[in-house]
């Protein structure tokens, strides 16, 4: 059984490389006419102006989003101070009214007074 599997194994590997050596392939050369060339030179300069562009936009884009996000810290900014200056309005009612009810006790009890005297 050990000779099947060697001999499957060596089945399946690769020939070796040969130390042959290779062609050197002709070099081939590129010719392009003017019109060619124009055409090229005319495709690079539209990608440099549509890179240039994109940049542009993208320098705009960048600019607008720093602003909202200025914009939008200012508001959560004013959003904290305007509910601090509620609470701080709460609880100065909440005294207020305490104060309030204070002063009506006292009054109401200077008139009972006042209501004995009379008697």
Do not use: C, K, Y
Not at 9 to 17: D, I, M, N, V, Y
Not at 24 to 32: F, G
Not at 97 to 105: D, L, M, Y
């Amino acid at each position: 059984m050990t000779e099947f599997s060697w001999e499957t194994e060596q089945q399946h590997q690769p020939p070796a490389p040969s130390h042959e050596p290779e062609e050197a392939s002709a070099p081939s050369t590129v010719s392009l006419s003017a019109s060619d060339f124009a055409a090229l030179e005319e495709r690079i300069l539209r990608a440099v102006e549509v890179v240039r562009r994109e940049r542009q936009l993208r320098t705009e884009a960048e600019a607008r989003a720093a602003s909202a996000e200025a914009r939008v810290e200012r508001a959560d900014t004013e959003r904290r101070e305007q509910m601090a200056a509620g609470d701080e309005m709460r609880q100065e009612l909440a005294a207020l009214r305490a104060e309030r009810n204070e002063v009506r006790g006292r009054v109401e009890r200077l008139l009972s007074q006042l209501d004995s005297l009379e008697l």
